[in-house]
């Protein structure tokens, strides 16, 4: 635990997109399969996702949800350091939406969330 809040200032890509993911699904209080079938589908079929092992994947997906679980706050504000470009940031923001799916069908908590993401990342 203590080594993957020790790294919640490092990554790129795929390690915000994961955090974004985890996060919205915290603050939705759960995921519903439609969502969980787009999350698999990115998670497989795209990169940098798609050329991780089994393995890989599942200690990334370890890692960020442990970060997003003990230090939220953080993941949020740590969100522009891992994602320094503004196409990376648009990409995975874009990434992110895809599986969360039209803002209106996403619960207070989550609509909350995905908006903080968004200021976050400069995109408010």
């Known amino acids: 635990v203590r080594a993957a809040l020790a790294r919640v200032a490092e990554g790129g890509y795929a390690e915000s997109v994961i955090r974004m993911m985890v996060l919205l699904a915290k603050a939705r209080g759960g995921v519903r399969r439609s969502r969980l079938q787009r999350s698999q589908a990115l998670l497989t079929t795209e990169e ?9 994947r599942a200690a990334l997906i370890r890692e960020q949800t442990i970060i997003a679980e003990l230090a939220p706050e953080q993941a949020i504000a740590t969100l522009p350091t891992l994602l320094p ?3 990376d940031r ?7 939406e895809g599986v969360a799916g039209p803002d209106d069908e996403l619960g207070e908590g989550a609509l909350a969330m995905l908006r903080r993401l968004r200021e976050s990342l400069g995109a408010g």
């Open 90 to 96: 648009r990409r995975a923001l874009a990434a992110v």
């Open 85 to 87: 470009d503004g196409s």
């Open 48 to 56: 940098p996702f798609a050329s991780l092992t089994t393995a890989a």
